[in-house]
């Protein structure tokens, strides 16, 4: 008996080989600077290993899996079948071997995925952490359930990284605003949704005398600058040592990690700077259009409208956090099942779910 492929999962497949080759090799190519992260990750010279924080966390999943001692080649024909793997039972969309601009954007991501998940990395955790989030939605409980569970789980990750827990804050402080009637609801989602981070960061710094962006990101970027280990900083015109330079810098940062288009002005001669804010600007305009269709019509789609509220939320984090643009992206590849559900969901929406 002849068994027959679809065209969508014969792409699929097709794809996963031809980046499990580029996973295999990717050691080889990368210049050293890709694998500073690896290289804590694997020696712990610090002695770091522990079961808090991301660093932490991954050491001590490295050795317990005893993955560290593999070569990377044998870690990538490892991790990338398994987040592979995981994408393909979340859903391959009927479409996926047509080419247009989201596959496009999709089999990027792909490429991007078997490069960072090529090597010990916190990223891969990141996958098999915010992989559930889907398979909750697609479950058969209810929605409020899904959503509420789903809410609780985020917060739950903060154990790897501590900024986990405010895209629950975000996302629920979204959608208590996007019931006022604003002439531009979506625009005006977000805008307060960032007034929400820049209260937290103030706030934050009047009960422990430090904002939240100049204790991780500035710092973190002036440390890397100093080394010459770094050249797509995020860094703020605007010292963010007062109240107004910090809101400033929330903003600046969400800009520049979500809509780059200052950051390809600054690096207009770097070919591989440019591919990244061509593929993040794609991706965030895909999906602000979706939240807007979303946000028209909560009742009928308000389990997508939760999965972009999730996904925005952890954007405006990474106005806080990230400490440059190459580091966004790898990023949001950790999140990438997010990303990949929330721009096929009506390919793997069964039916319209009832109102809470």
Same mark, same amino acid.
């Given at each position: 008996?002849?068994?027959?492929?679809?065209?969508?999962?014969?792409?699929?497949?097709?794809?996963?080989f031809?980046?499990?080759?580029i996973?295999?090799?990717?050691?080889?190519?990368?210049?050293?600077?890709?694998?500073?992260? &690896?290289?804590?990750?694997?020696?712990?010279?610090?002695h770091?290993?522990?079961?808090?924080?991301?660093?932490? /966390?991954?050491?001590?999943?490295?050795?317990?899996?005893? *993955?560290?001692?593999?070569? =990377?080649?044998?870690?990538?024909?490892?991790?990338?079948?398994?987040?592979?793997?995981?994408?393909?039972?979340?859903?391959? +969309?009927?479409?996926?071997?047509?080419?247009?601009? #989201?596959?496009?954007?999709?089999?990027?991501?792909?490429?991007?995925?078997?490069?960072?998940?090529?090597? +010990?990395?916190? $990223?891969?955790?990141?996958?098999?952490?915010?992989?559930?989030?889907?398979?909750?939605?697609?479950?058969?409980? #209810?929605?409020r359930?899904?959503?509420?569970?789903?809410?609780? *789980?985020?917060?739950c990750?903060?154990? =790897?990284?501590?900024?986990?827990?405010?895209?629950?804050? /975000?996302?629920?402080?979204?959608?208590v605003?996007?019931?006022? #009637?604003?002439?531009?609801?979506?625009f005006?989602?977000?805008?307060?949704?960032?007034?929400?981070?820049?209260?937290l960061?103030?706030?934050?710094?009047?009960?422990?005398?430090?904002?939240?962006?100049?204790? &991780?990101? $500035?710092?973190?970027?002036?440390n890397?600058?100093?080394?010459?280990?770094?050249? &797509?900083?995020?860094?703020?015109?605007?010292?963010?040592?007062?109240?107004?330079?910090?809101?400033?810098?929330?903003?600046?940062?969400?800009?520049?990690?979500?809509v780059?288009?200052?950051?390809?002005?600054?690096?207009?001669?770097?070919?591989?700077?440019?591919?990244?804010?061509?593929?993040?600007?794609?991706?965030?305009?895909?999906?602000?259009?979706?939240?807007?269709?979303?946000?028209?019509?909560?009742?009928?789609?308000?389990? $997508?409208l939760w999965?972009?509220?999730? *996904?925005?939320?952890?954007?405006?984090?990474?106005?806080?956090?990230?400490?440059? *643009?190459?580091?966004?992206?790898?990023h949001?590849?950790?999140?990438?099942?997010?990303?990949? /559900?929330?721009?096929?969901? $009506?390919? /793997?929406?069964?039916?319209?779910?009832?109102?809470?």
């Open positions: 008996m002849k068994t027959l492929i679809k065209k969508n999962k014969a792409v699929f497949i097709g794809l996963f031809c980046n499990l080759i996973a295999f090799l990717t050691p080889y190519i990368l210049p050293e600077r890709y694998f500073n992260d &690896t290289v804590i990750i694997v020696f712990d010279k610090h770091e290993i522990g079961w808090f924080g991301s660093y932490p /966390f991954a050491i001590m999943f490295y050795k317990l899996t005893g *993955l560290r001692h593999f070569p =990377f080649f044998v870690i990538a024909l490892i991790q990338f079948p398994i987040v592979t793997y995981i994408l393909y039972k979340i859903g391959v +969309p009927s479409n996926f071997y047509k080419l247009n601009v #989201k596959n496009g954007l999709v089999y990027v991501a792909l490429l991007l995925t078997g490069i960072y998940m090529s090597m +010990p990395t916190k $990223e891969f955790i990141t996958f098999v952490m915010f992989c559930t989030i889907p398979f909750i939605f697609q479950s058969n409980k #209810k929605p359930f899904k959503i509420i569970f789903s809410l609780i *789980l985020i917060a990750f903060s154990f =790897f990284r501590p900024y986990y827990l405010l895209m629950p804050i /975000f996302a629920i402080g979204m959608y605003i996007s019931f006022i #009637k604003f002439e531009n609801k979506t005006s989602t977000i805008f307060y949704g960032l007034l929400i981070a820049i209260f960061s103030l706030s934050h710094g009047v009960v422990r005398g430090e904002y939240i962006s100049k204790l &991780t990101r $500035e710092n973190y970027v002036m890397k600058i100093n080394k010459n280990n770094i050249n &797509t900083a995020i860094v703020s015109p605007i010292s963010q040592d007062t109240w107004y330079g910090e809101a400033f810098g929330i903003v600046y940062g969400f800009m520049a990690v979500n780059p288009i200052v950051e390809a002005i600054k690096h207009i001669l770097s070919p591989q700077v440019l591919a990244f804010v061509v593929w993040q600007l794609l991706i965030f305009y895909i999906l602000f259009v979706r939240f807007s269709r979303c946000l028209k019509n909560r009742k009928q789609y308000q389990l $997508e999965i972009l509220l999730i *996904l925005f939320a952890y954007f405006i984090v990474q106005g806080i956090f990230e400490p440059d *643009l190459g580091t966004s992206i790898r949001k590849i950790g999140l990438f099942p997010l990303i990949y /559900f929330a721009l096929y969901y $009506e390919n /793997f929406r069964k039916e319209i779910q009832p109102s809470i």
